[in-house]
């Protein structure tokens, strides 16, 4: 589903995120930028090595902030890569951290010039966070920020798995 908010086409689709064709994709990256599992480990395979040689140079990256890369052989020019929290109960700062890392990429996308990113579900994976909360958050700081920002042309949220995609619909009906 799709709806418009303000510029931007904000659309839900299932899908792997390593084939989108946005300017930049969103990577729910580990706070050592060293790959791993779930969409991480999918990333750094299509991409090539390139990603992680620039992951290596950068280091480190905080929960809630965000680091940019080249996107090396993906479609997409830019990865930004950001650390959403490790669910543990809910009252460890997880949403206020899960809010951080969704503006802090959107935020990367205003810096870089760019009009479209793909989201992946960040931390509803091996990170533990309740899908529909997690999704709750994802579209709230999505559409404030689109709201006072023109530049963004296109949110593209790419979900993996057809309950994944269920969920986000459900929330972004109820907010439009
Ligand atoms: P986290 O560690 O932040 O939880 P995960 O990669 O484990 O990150 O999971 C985040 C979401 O990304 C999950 O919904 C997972 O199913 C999904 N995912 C895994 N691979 C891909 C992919 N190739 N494209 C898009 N989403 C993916």
Do not use: W
């Given at each position: ?25 969103v ?90 990113v793909s989201f992946p ?17 994802a ?18 949220f ?19």
């Amino acid at each position: 589903m799709e709806t418009k908010i303000n510029n931007a086409m904000i659309a839900l689709v299932q899908g792997d995120i390593t084939r989108e064709e946005t300017e930049a994709i969103v990577n729910a990256a580990n706070s050592g930028l060293k790959g791993g599992g779930g969409v991480d480990g999918a990333i750094h395979r299509a991409g090539g090595p390139s990603i992680m040689e620039e992951c290596r140079e950068i280091g480190y990256c905080s929960t809630g902030q965000a680091v940019v890369t080249g996107g090396g052989n993906l479609k997409a020019g830019y990865i930004i890569h950001t650390v959403g929290p490790v669910y543990s109960g809910g009252n460890r700062g997880e949403a206020d951290l899960l809010k951080s890392a969704y503006l802090e990429s959107l935020k990367k996308v205003t810096q870089n010039r760019l009009r479209s990113v793909s989201f992946p579900a960040i931390s509803a994976g091996i990170y533990g966070y309740p899908p529909r909360e997690a999704a709750h958050i994802a579209l709230e700081t999505t559409i404030n920020y689109v709201k006072n920002h023109e530049d963004i042309e296109l949110v593209r949220f790419v979900l993996f798995s057809r309950d994944i995609y269920d969920v986000f619909s459900d929330e972004l009906k109820k907010m439009i």
